[in-house]
């Protein structure tokens, strides 16, 4: 872990975590970069959090196996037009396909968000953002 991207981190979002913290948020960006290819940036966790911290985009975070699993039932302009959520794509898919699925994008913000205390979902309104921030500085 670089000392220097967990002052930053806690610095530009008025958060702290703590060294466990950092420390899981970098094996998870590991963990998901081995595992995910990104369809938007050349690593999947820079996709997505380059559409937490940066464009809002949410389709940027998807990942290389979620476009193909969605393109399965849906066209591209659907996919990328802002008018149809992640969300509803994956119920829609999760009824096509006869069993639950989740994006991997999701998949990853929910384990990203499990490294956070109730407390700094609660208190800190940008916690989630600077912990996307961190995961992006741990590409690099």
Known sequence: MLNTQQQQTNTDYNTTFTEQQFAELEALTREWNTKCEGDYESTFVGGVAHAYCDSGIMTDGLSAGDVDMLTKYFTSETIYNAE????????????????????????????????????????????????MSYCWQCCE
């Open 84 to 131: 149809v959520g992640i969300d509803d794509m994956e119920q829609w898919v999760t009824q096509l396909e006869g069993e639950a699925w989740q994006t991997d994008l999701y998949t990853f913000v929910a384990a990203v968000r499990d490294v956070l205390t109730e407390k700094q979902c609660v208190d800190e309104e940008d916690a989630m953002e600077a912990a």
